[in-house]
């Protein structure tokens, strides 16, 4: 019975936290920003065409109704795409980048291999190639910790109708293991927006030059949040399902 207990709470708990890896990986809001440089003469120019693929994979989503009167640019940028647009200056960015709240046109370049910087530009893009070891390893942890993160849930809902203590043993190593790659790659993020990377300078790119004084905020996403949210879940969750093989395997 108590096993039981243990079982249902650790796979309610496993769920959720597997559900906020599963949020975090697949949307595009680990690092948000603003600024009020302008600059983006392609955003200016396309102002009222409808949706148009763009040079070096920028794609222009929705349409726009005549001329923005928006002056603040907004960020935000993930595993997949790295977005802007122009956002109404009187709302914080965390708001301002929910869905209801981006008007047209707003351009995404891929970003698979954030966070390192993703060049608008030229690519590669001399300025970001010191970082590329990082930016290897942030990526490669994020597919492992989704991968380890379904495949421990697949191994415990075959566990259960068949107390298998292996399973459960083998399913709660796979999600602590998602929860240490995680943890792993939440810490990569913030050692590079805090430390190694000169973030004002990769959200403005080449625009910083023709304005120096221009104001930016960045800030962690709701993307960022997920994973960090899910992280003592999963665990909480592996190691109790980790224990009940035990448990099992030791009253056998």
């Keep these: 019975?108590?096993?039981?207990?243990?079982?249902?709470?650790?796979?309610?708990?496993?769920?959720?936290?597997?559900?906020?890896?599963?949020?975090?990986?697949?949307?595009?809001?680990?690092?948000?920003?603003?600024?009020?440089?302008?600059?983006?003469?392609?955003?200016?120019?396309?102002?009222?065409?409808?949706?148009?693929?763009?040079a070096n994979g920028t794609e222009v989503q929705g349409v726009a109704e005549g001329p923005s009167l928006y002056t603040q640019t907004l960020h935000h940028e993930g595993f997949f795409w790295k977005c802007w647009f122009k956002g109404d200056p009187s709302l914080h960015v965390m708001v301002a980048v929910l869905f209801t709240n981006q008007p047209a046109p707003k351009f995404c370049v891929h970003g698979y291999l954030f966070p390192l910087p993703v060049a608008v530009g030229p690519v590669p893009h001399p300025i970001y190639d010191a970082t590329a070891v990082f930016r290897g390893f942030w990526t490669v942890f994020i597919i492992l910790a989704v991968a380890a993160s379904v495949a421990g849930g697949f191994l415990l809902v075959c566990a259960v109708p068949f107390t298998s203590h292996k399973l459960y043993r083998v399913g709660g190593a796979f999600l602590i293991t998602a929860a240490g790659l995680f943890l792993a790659l939440v810490g990569l993020f913030v050692l590079w927006k805090e430390l190694v990377a000169d973030v004002r300078r990769y959200i403005l790119q080449e625009r910083g030059e023709t304005c120096p004084d221009a104001h930016l905020e960045s800030h962690y996403g709701w993307s960022f949040i997920a994973a960090a949210t899910g992280i003592p879940l999963v665990l909480l969750s592996g190691l109790l399902f980790y224990f009940i093989g035990r448990h099992i395997q030791r009253h056998k």
Excluded at 6 to 21: E, T, Y
């Design 1 to 54: 019975m108590k096993t039981g207990v243990a079982a249902l709470v650790g796979g309610i708990v496993g769920g959720i936290g597997v559900l906020c890896f599963l949020v975090a990986f697949a949307t595009d809001y680990w690092l948000l920003a603003s600024d009020d440089c302008g600059g983006y003469s392609q955003l200016e120019a396309t102002a009222n065409a409808s949706t148009t693929a763009q």
